[in-house]
């Protein structure tokens, strides 16, 4: 059972560089989110997908981009790193978008530098 | 409008003791509410929800939760700590119960002392 898989675990990026988080799920849920979690302000959504093919922002969308070509896969595109950017970034699915049950990855920390 | 206060950043216990975990919620309508939990280094994991059922709310690993609208409240319990207990907990509201519509309270780490 490997739930929800996050790769890589840590990164380091120098402030401009892209880089991709990969999330994977094999529990055919329809909804995928991204979030990011900073110190003492709990979790912020990034952007979520209610099935392939559909996404949408979340709160803090800036700086990010997502696509979702299948059920099972939901990446997170960081389009030129910024050192406001240095979070832990959790990827989180559900079964349907009307339940707040969610399943986390296990985290990605990523430091700009 | 949706928002959630954890009134306690850092809670420390001996192992044994009762745990008790404050939550306040505000919300336009009749919420749902969410216990996480976060082990060190671990993604957060579902300890129970309220979804306007009955108030008093069993989760796994002994802990509870009761949903108390006139306080607008949604305390965390555990009768007595483990050490296994040690861990960031999340209270979580939604005014419409979806997944993308969650607001995290900022967090309370619990420290399990020996």
């Known amino acids: 059972n490997a739930g929800v898989t996050q790769t890589p675990k840590f990164q380091v990026l120098k402030t401009g560089q892209s880089m991709t988080l990969q999330c994977a799920q094999d529990m055919n849920h329809e909804y995928m989110s991204w979030y990011r979690q900073d110190p003492g302000m709990g979790l912020r959504l990034i952007h979520y997908s209610v099935g392939a093919g559909i996404t949408d922002q979340g709160e803090v969308p800036n700086g990010y981009n997502v696509s979702r070509s299948t059920t099972e896969d939901f990446p997170l595109r960081l389009l030129s790193a910024a050192p406001s950017q240095t979070s832990v970034y959790f990827c989180?699915?559900?079964?349907?978008?009307?339940?707040?049950?969610?399943?986390f990855g296990e985290g990605s920390r990523l430091t700009v530098l | 409008a949706q928002s959630v206060t954890q009134l306690d950043s850092h809670v420390s216990v001996s192992e044994g003791t009762p745990v008790l975990l404050r939550c306040n919620y505000s919300?336009?309508?009749?919420?749902?509410l969410f216990w996480y939990v976060q082990h060190p280094n671990k993604g957060l994991q579902l300890l129970l929800k309220?979804?306007?059922?009955?108030?008093l709310v069993k989760g796994i690993n002994g802990f509870e939760a009761e949903f108390k609208k006139s306080e607008t409240s949604f305390h965390l319990t555990k009768p007595s700590a483990h050490m296994s207990d040690a861990a960031e907990y999340f209270c979580v509201v939604s005014d419409s119960g979806s997944a993308r519509q969650l607001t995290f309270g900022s967090g309370t780490q619990l420290t399990v002392l020996p």
């Open positions: 989180a699915s559900s079964r349907r978008l009307d339940t707040g049950e969610l399943f």
């Open positions: 919300s336009s309508y009749s919420p749902s």
């Open positions: 309220y979804t306007s059922a009955a108030t």
